[in-house]
C-alpha cells in the first residue's frame, strides 16, 4: 500500500516539478484530464468499497465519495463542453490512472477490516495529495477564469472529505481495524 501512496504522491508531483522546469504549469486541457482522472479514481474506489465493506462508516464515506466525485465530474464534464476545450492526458493524468487501478486490484485482494483499512488509508492520503496539487498546480496554472472558479469552489469539499476519511480512519484504528 505504501507503494501506491508513493506512486499516487509522485503523480501528482509530476505536475508541480514539470511546471517549475518548463516555468509554467499544466496546460487547461491537461488540467482538465487531472481533474477528470483524480475523480473517477476515486469514484471507481469507493464503488469496490461500497460493495466490500460490511462497515457502515466506510459505506456511508464511500457513497460520499461516489456522489460527490460524480458530482465534479459532471461539473468538469459541463465546463470543458461549454468552453469548447477537449482534455489532454498528461504523464500526470496517465500514472493517476495507473494507480488508481493499482489501487483497485490491491483492495480487491482484501477483505473485512484489512480492506477498511486498507481503503480509508489510501483515502486519507489520496485526498492530502490532490488538495496539494490544487493548492500548487493546478488552480495556480489554469489560464481559464471559469476552469480556475471551478477548482477553487470544489476544494472544500477535498478538504471535507479528507477530514472525514481522518475520522474514519480514526475510528477503524479505535476499534482495532
Do not use: C, W
Not at 480487491?108 to 490532490?130: M, N, P, R, T
Amino acid at each position: 500500500m505504501k507503494r501506491i501512496h508513493f506512486a499516487l504522491a509522485a503523480a501528482l508531483a509530476l505536475t508541480s516539478i514539470a511546471s517549475r522546469a518548463q516555468g509554467a504549469g499544466p496546460t487547461d486541457p491537461q488540467i482538465a484530464a487531472i481533474v477528470v482522472t483524480a475523480n473517477q479514481v476515486d469514484i471507481d474506489a469507493g464503488k469496490l468499497a461500497g460493495d466490500k465493506t460490511k462497515s457502515k462508516d466506510v459505506k456511508a464515506f464511500a457513497q460520499q465519495m461516489v456522489t460527490d466525485h460524480s458530482g465534479v465530474n459532471k461539473a468538469a464534464t459541463d465546463l470543458v463542453k461549454k468552453l469548447d476545450v477537449t482534455p489532454e492526458d498528461s504523464p500526470t493524468s496517465q500514472s493517476l490512472k495507473q494507480g488508481g487501478d493499482a489501487n483497485i486490484a490491491k483492495l480487491k485482494q482484501l477483505s473485512g477490516g484489512s480492506f477498511d483499512k486498507a481503503y480509508i488509508d489510501h483515502e486519507v492520503a489520496y485526498h492530502q495529495s490532490v488538495l496539494d496539487a490544487l493548492d500548487k498546480t493546478l488552480i495556480p496554472s489554469a489560464k481559464n477564469a471559469e476552469l480556475k472558479a471551478l477548482l477553487v469552489k470544489v476544494r472544500p469539499a477535498f478538504v471535507a472529505h479528507l477530514d472525514h476519511a481522518r475520522h474514519v480512519q480514526a475510528e477503524l484504528a479505535r476499534n482495532g481495524a
